[in-house]
């Protein structure tokens, strides 16, 4: 039997080294680009799983959801959608979601991430 963890990632927890305050808007992001900064930078600085390192990959997620958002509105102002933007919608829309998992942005790298809501038994509904 093999040793490898093929298909299983490893949890991802609290870096030592976490920023505590989200850093500015990088300039040269376009408008949905820095949206998506916006939106995600407080979660992703309340999990403590964001350093200095990783603010390259933040950005280049922000970039491909803003290149996502950025062509579809290209597509929907044309009469006849161009088949080739869609393709490269398509192939945006996939890097920003491998991009998004390794920073905890999609349902199950949360999970990985351990960003689930605290086991409080008192306040949850469906807790037995």
């Given at each position: 039997?093999?040793?490898?963890?093929?298909?299983?990632?490893?949890?991802?927890?609290?870096?030592?080294?976490?920023?505590?305050?989200?850093?500015?808007?990088?300039?040269?992001?376009?408008?949905?680009?820095?949206?998506?900064?916006?939106?995600?930078?407080?979660?992703?600085?309340?999990?403590?799983?964001?350093?200095?390192a990783d603010l390259s990959g933040v950005e280049n997620y922000?970039?491909?959801?803003?290149?996502?958002?950025?062509?579809?509105?290209?597509?929907?102002?044309?009469?006849?959608?161009?088949?080739?933007?869609?393709?490269?919608?398509?192939?945006?829309?996939?890097?920003?979601?491998?991009?998004?998992?390794?920073?905890?942005?999609?349902?199950?790298?949360?999970?990985?991430?351990?960003?689930?809501?605290?086991?409080?038994?008192?306040?949850?509904?469906?807790?037995?």
């Amino acid at each position: 039997m093999s040793t490898h963890l093929r298909g299983i990632k490893p949890p991802i927890s609290a870096d030592a080294e976490a920023l505590t305050k989200a850093p500015p808007v990088p300039k040269h992001l376009g408008t949905h680009a820095k949206a998506e900064w916006k939106r995600i930078m407080p979660q992703l600085i309340a999990r403590q799983i964001i350093t200095k390192a990783d603010l390259s990959g933040v950005e280049n997620y922000c970039m491909a959801m803003g290149a996502v958002r950025q062509i579809a509105d290209a597509m929907a102002a044309m009469p006849v959608p161009d088949l080739k933007l869609g393709g490269l919608q398509i192939r945006y829309a996939q890097t920003a979601r491998q991009l998004a998992a390794e920073y905890g942005l999609t349902p199950t790298s949360r999970a990985r991430v351990g960003a689930a809501l605290p086991d409080d038994d008192e306040d949850d509904p469906l807790a037995v």
